[in-house]
């Protein structure tokens, strides 16, 4: 490995982006506290929401920096151990919410948090994706290196850690929208490890599957099949037509800071997993596009450094580019209709401290990595699936 000067543009962008979910928050804040007021009775000041934001951002910020500090290889020793409590958290969760414990805080038919009182909340599936990233890079790094990712010491422990995931996140949790993002990671890193590719398609098709029976033995989750195809009432469509109102009120430029109408209570989960909705009515086409080319251009720097990174780090960097930009592609499609509704925030900018600050600590930690450049030196004649020679991903035709 070779040490350098880090890829500062991602520090940058990060920064930037958790600047413009501040400013977001803090013109729409007010509206939301006058409306969870008279919707729900609670007396939240108008700063509530800001002041929370600015605590979330501010702990974001040590969390990057923390990880850009933190060497790699602690956290390497420590994967197993990270993902093991991940799951042990969300068992934690799910226990406590069956028994109906205050300490399991549960909205919109779905167990999701730790009550943590006066700290707020917890969300352990975002813990769990951070360790999922790093125990499976290493898993997939190792057997690699053995020549062996086909065998069952390297599937068996791969598929069990996916499947207890995916069943404490989609099925316990009820949240589908997370466990797109863990599916992304579990199948972007066993692609990018080099496995053969009926062993991949094996495993896309029993998760496609397990995905089918989830949304059909899911009334609300069917529903919203339904109001995508436009069979819904009128009710199953208001989050969407309101979503698209917003987007289409802001027009080129936008109404401006502190204009929007949706933000009243208009547009449900306006600071959370609508806001890119929100920031359209505010900041119009050309500030969504700015946005948009914002995320484009972090992930083409996360990309940059897996190419350049060794087997184990470039798939730590895979692993954190599907779980960011699956988030941001499926948020912004629904937002616009694309896609069905589905609860997943925007990365770095939706409201919230848990997310945010765990997205924060795996751009921390890509930024450390860029510090470094890999190169691994095999005897196999192979090619990058994405057309790349010279670097990690340059290392399948001898496998095929």
């Not at 948090?113 to 769990?128: D, I, K, S, V």
């Amino acid at each position: 490995m070779r040490k350098h000067r880090s890829d500062r543009v991602i520090a940058v962008l990060t920064f930037v982006l958790l600047a413009v979910g501040l400013v977001v928050i803090f013109a729409i804040g007010p509206q939301r506290a006058n409306f969870m007021n008279s919707a729900y009775g609670v007396n939240y000041s108008t700063n509530y929401f800001f002041i929370h934001q600015l605590i979330s951002v501010t702990l974001s910020v040590a969390a990057f920096i923390f990880a850009f500090k933190l060497p790699y290889d602690v956290l390497r020793k420590y994967s197993k151990i990270l993902v093991f409590t991940g799951l042990g958290l969300c068992a934690l969760l799910a226990v406590l919410s069956l028994i109906g414990s205050s300490l399991a805080s549960c909205q919109l038919g779905g167990c999701r948090w730790f009550n943590l009182g006066p700290l707020g909340g917890f969300q352990p599936a975002e813990f769990l994706k951070l360790g999922l990233v790093l125990y499976l890079a290493q898993l997939a790094a190792r057997y690699k290196k053995e020549g062996k990712l086909e065998s069952r010491d390297f599937l068996q422990p791969y598929a069990i850690v996916s499947i207890l995931a995916l069943v404490f996140i989609v099925i316990l949790q009820k949240d589908l929208g997370t466990g797109i993002a863990v599916v992304a990671i579990v199948l972007s890193i066993l692609y990018m490890s080099g496995i053969k590719i009926q062993y991949f398609l094996a495993a896309l098709g029993i998760i496609f599957a397990a995905g089918i029976v989830s949304i059909i033995t899911s009334p609300h989750r069917m529903e919203r099949i339904f109001t995508f195809s436009g069979e819904g009432s009128s009710d199953d469509t208001y989050h969407i037509e309101n979503a698209e109102m917003a987007i289409g009120t802001g027009g080129l430029f936008g109404v401006g800071i502190g204009n929007s109408v949706q933000a009243t209570g208009y547009l449900p989960e306006s600071i959370n997993d609508s806001v890119f909705a929100v920031m359209g009515e505010t900041f119009g086409f050309v500030g969504l596009s700015a946005i948009v080319a914002i995320f484009a251009v972090l992930l083409s720097r996360v990309l940059k450094v897996a190419n350049k990174s060794g087997t184990e780090r470039g798939l730590v960097a895979i692993g954190i580019f599907a779980w960011i930009g699956t988030q941001m592609v499926v948020n912004i499609a629904a937002m616009t209709g694309l896609v069905p509704l589905t609860g997943i925030t925007l990365p770095l900018l939706s409201y919230g401290g848990t997310s945010m600050m765990f997205v924060s600590f795996s751009l921390g930690l890509i930024l450390q990595l860029s510090c470094y450049t890999g190169r691994e030196v095999n005897n196999e004649d192979i090619s990058s699936r994405r057309g790349l020679r010279g670097t990690y991903y340059s290392g399948r035709r001898g496998r095929a």
